[in-house]
């Protein structure tokens, strides 16, 4: 029914141009008949996209069929409500580029193959939705360039058409990107965790695709990237369980987001440095403070990760993570607070089950 109506519609575009050939002598009616094709073209587009999506959805569904793992099951139910989730266009253009970080690391477990390939046309499918919504995912300033720039391998890695997204940063403004409160230097001086991992995760995208594709179209900032590693090495972990929950809880979102950055989200392995070996550490000793004080299944999930990296996937510790999340996923297959819903920020509803899904996954 899709393709026919598509068909209908190729039809009515084609006998509108020819009309409007006719029409050259009344400006107002070609005008008219301009967005009448204009509008039917973008049609066109959202029913391929819907269609695309709804062929995916199918294949998930059905694959929950076959004989898998509750690891897998839990994985495919979490995405398949992320997919209905982002139908949306308001949640889509909120979360498009987490959405996308998402679905790469899922592409990284090459021990889940159906999982991968599905992750891999699900990034294709929303990077070409975006190049008709870039106006209204992001704003033309430095903070959502940053936001731009996390994408930017992604075009490379999974061999995207450029032209549309070149063209679009070339609109952003030129020079520093200075959309942070403080330096570095200072956030690390003031130990202020939020902007230090705001600052990593930026350059992070910058490291990774200068490492990776050099040789791309985009006129990057500096890497500061290896420098800014340097400098928090050595930076104590003041806060603990006995702090103000929000210090404490800043902090722990820092330092797995640290262990994300150095492996590129899965891109690569763990050194075993003083960096690391400090991280690792903490991760462990403060893990179960986290799931049964401070109660935050978010973070939980990253500590989870984050050990994963370390190689510890048959361990205890990482083994009691994943069952208890997949005692806690909804009918639906999300996670979280079942009071945030319409209306509620997307990223808050969204992040849960992308931290778990992601986690229980990565198998290294």
């Not at 939705?129 to 930017?152: G, M, N, P, Q, Y």
């Not at 990107?177 to 003031?190: G, I, S």
């Not at 070996?277 to 939980?300: E, G, H, S």
């Amino acid at each position: 029914m899709i393709k026919n109506y598509k068909s209908i519609i190729s039809i009515i575009l084609v006998i509108l141009t020819l009309i409007s050939c006719k029409q050259k002598s009344d400006p107002q009616k070609v005008k008219d008949l301009r967005n009448k094709v204009s509008t039917l073209q973008k049609e066109i587009i959202k029913l391929k996209l819907d269609h695309k999506r709804n062929e995916i959805l199918h294949e998930i569904e059905m694959r929950l069929y076959n004989p898998i793992s509750k690891e897998r099951i839990a994985i495919l139910k979490g995405l398949g409500w992320c997919v209905r989730f982002i139908a949306d266009n308001d949640h889509f253009d909120f979360i498009f580029t987490d959405y996308l970080e998402m679905l790469h690391e899922l592409t990284l477990n090459d021990k889940a193959p159906f999982i991968q390939k599905t992750a891999v046309k699900l990034v294709k499918l929303a990077m070409e939705r975006a190049t008709s919504r870039f106006d209204k995912i992001f704003l033309k300033d430095h903070e959502d360039k940053w936001d731009f720039i996390s994408i930017i391998p992604y075009l490379y890695k999974y061999k995207i058409d450029k032209a549309p997204y070149i063209k679009f940063y070339e609109s952003f403004p030129k020079g520093h990107l200075a959309d942070h409160k403080l330096t570095f230097n200072e956030a690390v001086k003031a130990r202020n965790y939020v902007i230090l991992g705001d600052y990593l995760i930026d350059i992070q995208y910058v490291q990774f695709a200068k490492t990776f594709f050099p040789d791309m179209a985009f006129d990057l900032p500096t890497n500061h990237f290896p420098e800014y590693i340097k400098k928090i090495t050595s930076l104590p972990y003041v806060h603990t369980i006995k702090s103000n929950e929000d210090d404490y809880s800043n902090q722990n979102y820092f330092l797995t987001h640290v262990v994300l950055v150095l492996t590129h989200f899965g891109e690569k392995k763990l050194k075993n440095g003083p960096l690391e070996t400090r991280l690792l550490k903490y991760l462990k000793d403060n893990i179960l403070a986290v799931r049964d004080i401070v109660k935050d299944m978010d973070l939980y999930a990253e500590f989870i990760h984050c050990l994963k990296f370390y190689g510890l996937h048959d361990s205890p510790l990482v083994q009691e993570g994943v069952q208890y999340f997949i005692s806690r996923q909804k009918e639906n297959g999300k996670w979280g607070d079942e009071s945030k819903e319409e209306g509620d920020d997307p990223y808050e509803i969204f992040h849960p089950t992308w931290t778990i899904i992601t986690a229980i996954n990565y198998e290294g």
